[in-house]
């Protein structure tokens, strides 16, 4: 077994070494004790408290036995409804994580390196993450397009059908000409924030400022979100492609990618693609995988930014932003890992025909993860403007028989609930947010009308609060306060001031929050009083009938 | 210190109405602040790189969305800020109700540190003494840490992240860290230790940002039941050469506490363990109040000051016959006021004709 010292000297050179240092000594070890902290801040020259407290941020570095061995298993909002939690009680020492973006076949454990899935402890087994189904709707896609082939992770099966060829033809053109053709397409961020990319990529290649980087953000963390998996583990390729281009596009020389520590199968399938590619990229470019330690707010591009750098994975404070001052403090692409995988189809099919995809005025497609009371889940390519309901009814097979559906979630969890009246609507962010919601990274999670839906409202309350940062009183505060108003921990008994403090602390985190966790987290609230109102009031009269205030 | 020429104002902004000049890399907070704008804070210390978290100091500004951290924010040409609309003061107010909420207390005596009133003079401004938002309670006291310097009470933390920032940016001791998520965010040393075990230098500065009093100052905590109002008097610390200045708490005649002076030019709020702490000498049982001679017998015997000093006068006169005025040297102590120093440096100079004084604190 390698000594501290020697893993140390294999990664204090590196780009980005505190991550992947602490993954070598948790590996070995298990967990992370005191020596090896101590060491890993001598060996990389940072505070040791800063190394501790950066240490316990993060949910998978365990400090002590049985730490990486002891199975953890999903308590997503999906994998609930399945009955996980019994799931933790069975499996000898288990203790619960949050999503862990297997809801469409569900319920993943995760144990040091390997994710297996099934209901029951008996059922547990290690089998490859579903690849997406055939579109539905037989429409043509682009990121989906040939990922269903088989092989199609390997170099040989991605270049079966020109891949790289984009890359070539990309490095053919100018950066001008590049960024018009991005732009010209009208790709915008699929990890839900939707800034224009060829936008982003502009403002970088004109930023002052070297070495300049693309990241490629696959901390994939929102609930009920697991498209970036299927790109990961089927499309690696695509991706890898697509952060090259970028790079020629606006003269960066370093590429990481972030991945979330949850996707241990997707780390060694890029792994292998990207030394794969190695020689067909080029040393211009140097590419990097970092592993995440397990923290949703690394998904936000400050805190990842922060995390990747070592720092406390604390979002940054915006302006500056990470175009001019990301990794490192110099200019910087951060974008989705769907985002990059559509950039190689719109070089070598052009904008217009990706623009094309798109239903009425819409340009363009988007990958949505479809989960829970549903009968056909999955990944699907939609065409932006796409009915909810073809998706939901036609496309997955709507609800089981004899049941409708109550509620679907928007954003995973950050964009609350839809429901009645307010399904009919069409995939696309203007329609979604005149309902008072977001598209965002389109993860739709399906709830039945058996379902308490203020027990998922607070399920998912209690996410936000596990997963806020601690940095923002609003959000490190109203998270905590909401959970226990939604579980009847603390709060009034009397409605009308139950519903004022809700709402009271749902504005104040809308309008005040340092970042998206802490503005988007009340739209479970808002939404819950909003079509839910009666399931309120019943919830209120038994916290106050079974008195389980504290 | 070596003030830096001020750049001329570049620009100009509209603020509650008014147009004001500012200089590039002015914040909109500072801008505010100069323009004698109360606007509230609590993870705000002047001397510390803007952290943002609070968010009390929120303003609107015309054409974006969401209210903006005002002391994060950079001023820009022709920005159109309101640092007061009833929606803003509605923020402030509902945020202080939620930070009220997470603390078993929120009065403090005025000895625990300098800042330890800025929470409890906001929860008065604002009128939020209501309680609202009830549950449980955010950071746990560390019983365990039994320093005699600074008192561990996260009870009443607040995860302003000061202390962790000033430990840092100031000190250089990074002997504070935050462990956790959340609500569970926790200030804490390496290894959820005693500051003792840490990096810690004991220099108090953690104390005197602390803006609710989480972080309490041990010694002069011990004067809160003493009958008397607090007075500060500005000094200079005489420990060393630095020259920091300090305030000096007393209650009625008796010398209570230190406080660092954020305006003192040398040290803008700093100061080290003894600057901070170690005052207990000068009401101690043990300091000597009448001169000592040491008898026949060996022992030292109390006697009278003209007796002491005529055997002192004897002593100097007999050296200096004997091997002349270069063979008197003198040494003051640095827990002597400086007038006792100063008058000592001239008893040597002018009494004897040498050069060799000194002060143990030249450091």
Redesign the interface.
Known sequence: MPTNDELIACWQDEEAPLLPLLHALHDRDGFLNEQDIRAVAEGLNIPIAEVFGTVTFYHHFAREAPGQSAPRVCTGPVCRLLGSPDLVKALDGATPMACAGRCDDAVPVLQGHEIRVGQTVDTLEARPSPLPPPNPGGIEECVFAHIREPGRATLDGYQRTGGYEALKQAREMSREDLLALITDSQLAGRGGAGFPTGKKWEMVEQADGEPKSIVCNADEGEPGCFKDRAILDYEPHAVIEGMAIAAHATGATKGFIYLRYEYPDSFKIVERAMAESAELIGDSFQLYLRRGGGAYICGEEGSLLNSLEGKHPFPRNRPPYPVTHGYDDLPTVVNNVETLASVPPIVAKGPEWYRGLGLGEHAGTKLVSVSGDIRRPGNFEVPFGLPLLTLLNDWCGGAEDGRGIQAVTMAGLSGGFLAGDDLDVTLDEPSIKAKGSFLGAAGIMVFDDTRDMVEVAHCAMEFFAEESCGKCFPCRIGTQRLTERLNGAAGPDDEAAWLQEVRDIGQVMMATSACGLGIAAPNITESLVKYFPEQVTAHLKTAHQSGIKQ | MIAEAKPEATATMTLDGVDLAFTEGETIYDVATRANKDVPT?CYDPRLE???????C?VEVEGIR??V?SC???ATAGMNVRTATK?IEK?RR??LE??A??NRENEVDELRGLASQELKTLLDRYEVRNG?????Q?GTTNTTDDNPFILRDYDLC??C?RCVRVC?EQEGD????????????QIT????GILKD??CTFCGQCVQTCPTGALGDIKAMRAESLPGKVEKTRTVCPYCGVGCSVDLLTKEDRLVGVQPAMDGPANEGALCIKGQFAFDFVQHDDRLKMPLVRGEDGELHEVDWDTALDLAADGFKKVLERHGRHAICGVASGRAPHEAAYTMQKFIRAGFGTNQIDNCSRA
């Open positions: 609590l803007a952290f943002g978290a609070c968010r009390l929120v969401n209210p951290a994060t924010t950079p929606t923020h509902t945020l939620l930070v909420s997470e609202r938002f009830a549950g449980c955010s607040i995860s992240f840092a990074h002997a504070i860290t935050m462990m956790n998520r959340g609500f569970e965010k040393t390496e290894f959820n840490s990096a």
